[in-house]
Structures are given as C-alpha cells and as structure tokens.
C-alpha cells in the first residue's frame, strides 16, 4: 500500500470515529504521542493536553445534533476534511460551525492539525 492509500485509509477510519462520535478513541488511535493541535488564537502540543482539551469540550455538549463531512481528501501525509458541526451545549445554548482540518500524517499518525473557521 502505498503512503497516499495507507494515509486515505486512516482518515476515512477517523471520521468514522468521529461520525459515530467517538472522539477520544479517535484521539488514541490516530493522534501521536507529540502531536500539535491549532485553532484560531490557541496551539495545544502533546497527546494528553490535546485530550485534555477535548474532554473539556465534550463536557460541555449536552447534544451533537449534526455532523457531516462533505468533502476530504488525502495525498502524500497530508490530509484534509470539511466538517459542519451543529451541537447545544449544557446551557442550552445551540452551535454551529463549519471548519477545514489540515492534517500533517507520520507513520499512520496525526503529528499536526489545523483547523480553519471564523471564531
């Protein structure tokens, strides 16, 4: 299998864990040791803080009401997805957005991810 195919195969294993909301497996599984998370205004580095933060997000959802992927693609390490997301929060608060990630892949590994949307 070559780099393009085994990174392919990985990110469509991944946003099957995340369609069925899975997340912190996800983490686990496809996310290395040393990996760097950035959003707008905030860099998170190593696997335990990035799991840390995602702990703290998913307490704070009382509901993911839509997820979709529309569009991803991968290439040589490189991966990327479109995801939509709508959720309410323990608030009662209703979300949504619409985000790019850019994946940078290691041996089967996210070793950093960047995501794109308007905060």
């Known amino acids: 299998m070559s ?4 990174t392919n195969v990985r990110l469509d294993s991944l946003l099957s864990y ?10 686990r599984e496809f996310y290395a040791d040393n990996v760097t998370m950035e959003e707008p205004g905030q860099s998170t580095h190593g696997l335990a803080a990035n799991t840390e933060r995602e702990k703290n997000w998913l307490s704070s959802v009382r509901e993911v009401r839509n997820l979709q992927v529309p569009r991803h693609a991968a290439g040589p390490n490189t991966a990327m997805y479109e995801c939509i997301l709508d959720w309410t929060d323990t608030q009662g608060k209703d ?4 985000q790019v990630a850019v994946q940078t892949w290691k041996h089967g590994k996210i ?3 960047r995501f794109y949307y308007d905060a």
Do not use: N, P, S, V
């Open 3 to 6: 780099i393009d195919e085994q």
């Open 18 to 27: 995340l369609r069925e909301g899975r997340i912190l497996d996800a983490m």
């Open 95 to 98: 979300h949504h957005i619409e």
């Open 111 to 113: 070793i950093h991810e």
